[in-house]
C-alpha cells in the first residue's frame, strides 16, 4: 500500500507564498506523474499542477504564473511553490501520485488565504 504524506498548508495573507511537499512511500512501481489538486468547499475538486515522470507540466488557468510544481521521481517527492496568493485559492489541497497500475491520493492539507 502506498502512502503519501503532505506538508506545508496554512493560512496566509493574500500576496503571500506557501510551499506544500508531498512524498511517496517507498514502492518498487515507477512513478508516471505526480500532481496537486484542490478542493474548495461546495466545489468540486480539480487539477492546479501535474508533472509527468518526463517533467511535463500543465497547470490550471488560474494559477498560471503564481505557481511551481517540480518533482524528485527517484525520492518519491513533489512539491508545489505558490506565490502572489489570492482568497479564492483557499481549499483543502491533495497530492496525487500516479503510478502504471494505480493512483493515490494524499490526506490533504489545508490552505487558507485571508484577505
Known amino acids: 500500500q502506498v502512502q503519501l504524506v503532505e506538508s506545508g498548508g496554512g493560512l496566509v495573507q493574500a500576496g503571500g507564498s506557501l510551499r506544500l511537499s508531498c512524498a511517496a512511500s517507498?514502492?518498487?512501481?515507477?512513478?508516471?506523474?505526480m500532481g496537486w489538486y484542490r478542493q474548495a468547499p461546495g466545489k468540486q475538486r480539480e487539477l492546479v499542477a501535474r508533472?509527468?515522470?518526463?517533467?511535463?507540466?500543465n497547470y490550471a488557468d488560474s494559477v498560471k504564473g503564481r505557481f511551481t510544481i517540480s518533482s524528485d521521481t527517484a525520492k518519491k517527492t513533489c512539491d508545489l511553490q505558490m506565490n502572489s496568493l489570492k482568497p479564492e485559492d483557499t481549499a483543502v489541497y491533495y497530492c496525487?501520485?500516479?503510478?502504471?497500475?494505480?493512483?493515490?491520493w494524499g490526506q490533504g492539507t489545508q490552505v487558507t488565504v485571508s484577505s
Open positions: 496525487k501520485v500516479d503510478y502504471f497500475h494505480g493512483s493515490y
Open positions: 517507498r514502492s518498487r512501481f515507477s512513478i508516471a506523474a
Open positions: 508533472i509527468s515522470s518526463g517533467g511535463s507540466t
